[in-house]
């Protein structure tokens, strides 16, 4: 009968179990998934320029969070936040979110949505 408390008994667990993979495999294996949630910057065009305007122009009026999906080198990322100013010279949105204070620039904003509380 095996003691659990037996210092001398050292069982690797499931380190033994787990699969080796050379550095190679992990190269290609991280080059797939870079390239497989890869995705193509989608197309604005004027009309949905406009609406996300007057969502924007909304949402600062009345003091509503706002949703953005951003593109961001071939990724979609999500931000939701306060439009606290909007700059005209450097097209680029400040939003406070919950980590503070960030620039969005307006060429990667793809959707635009207002929360409404």
Do not use: C
């Not at 890869?38 to 924007?56: G, T, W």
């Not at 951003?70 to 005209?88: K, M, Q, T």
């Not at 980590?99 to 509380?117: H, P, Q």
């Amino acid at each position: 009968m095996q003691d659990e408390n037996n210092p001398k008994l050292r069982d690797r667990g499931k380190l033994k179990w787990q699969g080796f993979f050379m550095p190679e495999q992990v190269a290609l294996l991280r080059r797939f998934n870079d390239e497989y949630y890869h995705f193509e910057k989608p197309e604005v065009d004027e009309y949905q320029l406009a609406e996300f305007d007057e969502r924007i122009n909304y949402a600062m009026e009345y003091h509503l969070p706002v949703k953005f999906t951003l593109w961001e080198a071939g990724r979609f990322s999500e931000l939701i936040g306060r439009v606290h100013y909007v700059d005209p010279i450097t097209s680029q949105l400040r939003v406070k979110s919950a980590e503070g204070f960030v620039r969005i620039n307006l060429s990667d904003i793809t959707a635009v949505e207002v929360v409404e509380d």
